[in-house]
Every structure is written in structure tokens, then in C-alpha cells.
């Protein structure tokens, strides 16, 4: 069976660290691009990161300005598994955080999320102020 399942998620405090996984099964990254996205109360789903297919794009990666020195996307082919490190959390970051695959060997940030295949059901990630 292929899917995702996103883990890690919880409460921090402003300025803390929490460190997401996804761990896909089914299908490696060879040929898979993950992305990450969130979406929080009454807004809209946007991207917060992804991370290309290994095979042929090396693995070249996305941030949202948004994110932009304070989050790191790394995979873990052995594992299987594509992390999303968040540091410097903010107020804004609370939302529920999905992880997506998309079978394909583009730049993952020329993928729209209508494109991914399969989605993890997401976790709560809430930072107090």
C-alpha cells in the first residue's frame, strides 16, 4: 500500500524546535518528490517546503519566504523517510502540517499541490506565544 504518515508534531513555545517526519512506504524517493504543507484555521493550504526526486534532480529543495532560515527539509533514503527540522518557531507557524508525494522527476517546486498523489493526514503543530 503507498502512503505517508506524517509524526512530531506538538505545542512548543515560541522560539523553540520541532523536527516533522514523513515516512513513506510503498515507493522510494527515487522517483518521488515530497512536499510538505500546512494549513491553519480559517486559511488557505500553502507550501512550506518540498524536496525533489534523488534519481535525477539531486534532490534540490523549497522553501516559502515564510520559512526561509528557519526550516530544513532532509531525506533519509535508508529510512525512507523525509524530515522538516522547524527552528525559531513563531505564533504563525501553528497549523496542521501535511506531507505529500509526487511521482516525478522535476524540480519539486514546479509541482502544484492538484498534482500530488498521495497525502498523509497531517499533525498538529502549535506554538504558544
Known amino acids: 500500500e503507498v502512503q505517508v504518515v506524517e509524526s512530531g508534531g506538538g505545542l512548543v513555545q515560541a522560539g523553540g524546535s520541532l523536527r516533522l517526519s514523513c515516512a513513506a512506504s510503498?515507493?522510494?524517493?527515487?522517483?518521488?518528490?515530497i512536499g510538505w504543507f500546512r494549513q491553519a484555521p480559517g486559511k488557505e493550504r500553502e507550501g512550506v517546503s518540498c524536496?525533489?526526486?534523488?534519481?535525477?534532480?539531486?534532490?534540490?529543495?523549497w522553501y516559502a519566504d515564510s520559512v526561509k532560515g528557519r526550516f530544513t527539509i532532509s531525506s533519509d533514503n535508508a529510512k525512507n523517510t523525509v524530515y522538516l527540522q522547524m527552528n525559531s518557531l513563531k505564533a504563525e507557524d501553528t497549523a496542521v502540517y501535511y506531507c505529500?508525494?509526487?511521482?516525478?522527476?522535476?524540480?519539486?517546486?514546479?509541482?502544484?499541490?492538484?498534482?500530488?498523489?498521495?497525502w498523509g493526514q497531517g499533525t498538529q503543530v502549535t506554538v504558544s506565544s
Open positions: 505529500a508525494a509526487v511521482k516525478g522527476y522535476n524540480d519539486c517546486v514546479g509541482y502544484q499541490p492538484l498534482e500530488y498523489d498521495y
Open positions: 510503498g515507493f522510494t524517493f527515487d522517483d518521488h518528490a
Open positions: 524536496i525533489s526526486s534523488t534519481d535525477v534532480t539531486a534532490s534540490t529543495t
